[in-house]
């Protein structure tokens, strides 16, 4: 999604992933192939450039020693290799499930709001905003979290008529997030102007320069009616249980990690 949304005259996004891009790197792009975890290679992958954006790690709830390798490690990984290359600025994606635990009563949560994490997952990205924390505080690196929401091309489930980040406008934060001027150390959240929103807190990134322009409204109609909900019905149903909470069914039971043999 930030591919196309970040590029600029006169600027290189040098892209890493695990594995090859799907597509070839094109103009004001470059291409490696490496693990978030190899320092080395995060090292040399930062040398030179303005910023890192990291977005790197397993993208939901998994087992603890996935978690903590790739997305505590990892992460530890990203802000360091920062550091040894002289990077003033890490933009790291953090999530709404750090908070995922915050009930519907403290809406909206605040920005920077004391972590209470849903998952091995939350609490992966609680650890990821504490070490930008250490980085910037320790080691004056400008570090922005910014707890995402729900970022699709289109919100999936009536909940995410409240939590959806739009592409665009998931373009538009992280250009503020890496242009603002000396941001310091912040915790953010990553929302679309959605009518049905006000679950947390748009300060912080406004005030980095974000203005959201899209609204999760325009799909309400389709999302309801593929829910099988009436578009007259109570919103947020006040019975539904993916409401109580900002992390919706992270929280739930079934979201338990694996638990490995003893």
Known sequence: MLRSRLARPGRVLRLLDVV??????GPGE???????????????????????????GIPGEDAWAPILD?????????????RRAGVP??????????VGFAPSASF???????????????????AGEALAALYAHRY?????????????????????LATWLSPDDAGRLFEACVTAPAPGFRVIYGVSANTRGGWVSLDGARALGY?????????????????????????????????????????????????PPA
Request: net charge negative.
């Open 20 to 25: 090859p891009l799907p597509s070839s790197a």
């Open 30 to 56: 470059e291409s490696l192939t490496a693990s978030v975890t190899d320092m080395a290679a995060m090292t040399a992958a930062c040398a030179g450039a303005d910023a890192v954006i990291h977005l790197g």
């Open 70 to 82: 790739v997305n505590i490690n990892g992460t530890y990984t990203a802000f360091e290799a920062a």
């Open 89 to 98: 600025r890490v933009v790291f994606a953090s999530s709404n499930h750090a």
């Open 108 to 126: 909206p949560v605040a920005d920077g709001a004391a972590p209470v994490p849903d998952t091995y997952y939350g609490v992966s990205k609680a």
């Open 140 to 160: 004056g690196v400008e570090a922005v979290c910014v707890r995402i929401l729900s970022c699709f091309e289109r919100p999936r489930n009536p909940r995410m």
């Open 211 to 259: 203005e959201p322009l899209d609204d999760a409204e325009r799909y309400a109609p389709e999302v309801l009616a593929a829910a099988g909900t009436d578009a007259d019905a109570a919103w947020p149903d006040p019975d539904d249980p993916v409401f109580r909470y900002l992390g919706g069914d992270f929280t739930f039971p079934s979201r338990d990690a694996p638990i």
